[in-house]
C-alpha cells in the first residue's frame, strides 16, 4: 500500500497553485464547456486526457483545459474542460452539438455547452479546477495560449 510524506499531502492539500490557475483561466476568451463521462471505465487520467485532445484537435480546437475528475466511490474517471477556438483562424472550432456527438460516439455520455459569460468560466474554476482533480492539461500550441488583447 502507498503512503503519502507529509511534504506529498501538503502539496495536495495546497490550493495557491490551483487557485492561480483558475485565476488565469478565467482571464483567458472560452467558447465551450465540456464534459466526457467514459462508456468503459478508465483510470488513466493523463491518457484520457490525451484521448479527448485528440478528438477535439480533429474538431478543429486551437487549445482546451482538460482535468479529470475521480467519481467519488470508484475509480473511474470523467473530464471537464474549457475548449477554444482561435479568432481569425480557419477552420473555426466545430459547432456544440457535432462536439457532442463525436464526444458520445467516441467515449460515452458526454455535454458540451456555449460559455454565455464570464461568470460562466468562473463557476467552472472554482467548481473543477481548485478542487483536488486528478491529472490536468493545457492542450494547443503554445501560441494558441498567449492572450490576445486586440480580439477581446
Not at 5 to 21: F, K, Q, V
Not at 92 to 118: A, Y
Not at 123 to 140: L, Q, R
Request: proline share 4%; charged share 25%.
Amino acid at each position: 500500500m502507498d503512503t503519502l510524506t507529509p511534504w506529498e499531502m501538503g502539496r495536495i492539500r495546497d490550493t495557491r497553485t490551483r487557485n492561480a490557475y483558475a485565476d488565469w483561466l478565467q482571464t483567458l476568451h472560452w467558447d465551450y464547456i465540456l464534459t466526457v463521462t467514459f462508456r468503459k471505465p478508465r483510470v488513466d487520467g493523463i491518457r484520457a486526457n490525451s484521448l479527448v485532445w485528440e478528438a477535439l484537435h480533429n474538431l478543429n480546437c486551437s487549445r482546451a483545459f482538460l482535468a479529470t475528475e475521480r467519481y467519488k466511490y470508484a475509480k473511474d474517471i470523467h473530464i471537464h474542460g474549457l475548449l477554444a477556438e482561435q479568432p481569425g483562424w480557419l477552420p473555426g472550432i466545430s459547432l456544440p452539438w457535432v462536439i457532442w456527438e463525436r464526444m458520445h460516439k467516441l467515449f460515452g455520455r458526454s455535454t458540451c455547452s456555449l460559455i454565455n459569460s464570464p461568470g460562466d468560466v468562473a463557476t467552472y474554476c472554482s467548481k473543477y479546477v481548485t478542487k483536488a482533480v486528478s491529472d490536468y492539461g493545457f492542450y494547443g500550441n503554445r501560441v494558441f495560449w498567449e492572450k490576445l488583447d486586440k480580439c477581446e
